[in-house]
């Protein structure tokens, strides 16, 4: 893996979005070697801001047209340069230090796009789109770690899968907008606006934690038959441990999030 080219108030930017967006992920990377959490960061800035669009907005054409620019910008960046865009200027520096799966990406955008088109209409449907939007993100990050995700695909798929189901838990507990989009539609409807549960938006939390909770020993299993050194990519998970196993949303407590992070990397227990 190459180190790359980071300026140190791009560096800054980049772990800055992370850790207030995201601190479980945030506290995940700095566990790993500079030249490893840079790129990290960068990967995760980039879902982030994928994340905040789909926030945004809500008509699905504003939506498409902003996942159109990121789609373009991949395809041309290595003649245009710089964008002005510090994300995408940090996204492309990782990968072509990291010789990063381009079509993941791609993926990972086409994903949100049909997001936009379409409500979800069922469980399957909700769980396809979680799952479309967590594992390119997942993969790269291993291939950041220098791993070869093809050898721990199945691991990949039971982590992606619980991680699918964090996802919902969190963006419908922090009231985020996207939750729209994610949620499917016998739902949504039941869905809170804000992190207060009452009510119908109690059942809700609580059956989609009742799946989470479903998934976690799967993958459990799965993340302690990962090498060490892909342990990261998959390390914030265990900051929401038993997240499910009431109807209220309560965001980690920082300090403990940080002790689970750093002891699920050490011995491979989320």
């Not at 340069?81 to 079509?103: E, H, M, Y």
Request: glycine letters at 8%.
């Amino acid at each position: 893996m190459a180190s790359g080219n980071f300026g140190s108030e791009q560096s800054r930017y980049i772990a800055n979005l992370v850790r207030q967006a995201d601190r479980e992920r945030y506290l995940a990377a700095i566990l790993t070697p500079r030249a490893i959490r840079v790129h990290l960061l960068a990967l995760y800035a980039f879902d982030l801001e994928i994340q905040a669009i789909a926030d945004r907005v809500t008509e699905p054409l504003a939506g498409e047209i902003r996942i159109q620019w990121w789609r373009d910008w991949l395809k041309v960046h290595h003649e245009k340069g710089r964008s002005g865009n510090p994300v995408a200027d940090a996204l492309c520096t990782t990968i072509d230090a990291n010789d990063l799966t381009v079509g993941l990406l791609h993926d990972y955008l086409d994903t949100w796009s049909e997001i936009f088109q379409e409500d979800a209409k069922n469980r399957l449907a909700m769980e396809e789109r979680t799952v479309g939007v967590q594992l390119p993100i997942l993969t790269l990050a291993v291939e950041i770690l220098a791993g070869q995700p093809g050898r721990i695909a199945g691991e990949v798929a039971d982590l992606t899968n619980y991680a699918g189901y964090i996802l919902l838990l969190k963006c419908i507990g922090d009231g985020r907008g996207f939750a729209r989009y994610l949620v499917s539609r016998d739902l949504i409807e039941q869905t809170p606006s804000s992190a207060s549960k009452t009510g119908e938006g109690e059942k809700t939390y609580a059956l989609l934690g009742g799946l989470a909770l479903e998934r976690q020993s799967r993958a459990s299993t799965a993340f302690n038959r990962l090498p060490r050194e892909l342990r990261p990519a998959f390390a914030y998970l265990a900051a929401y441990s038993g997240l499910g196993a009431s109807g209220n949303w309560r965001p980690p407590n920082p300090f403990l999030a940080q002790w689970r992070i750093w002891q699920a990397i050490r011995s491979g227990r989320l």
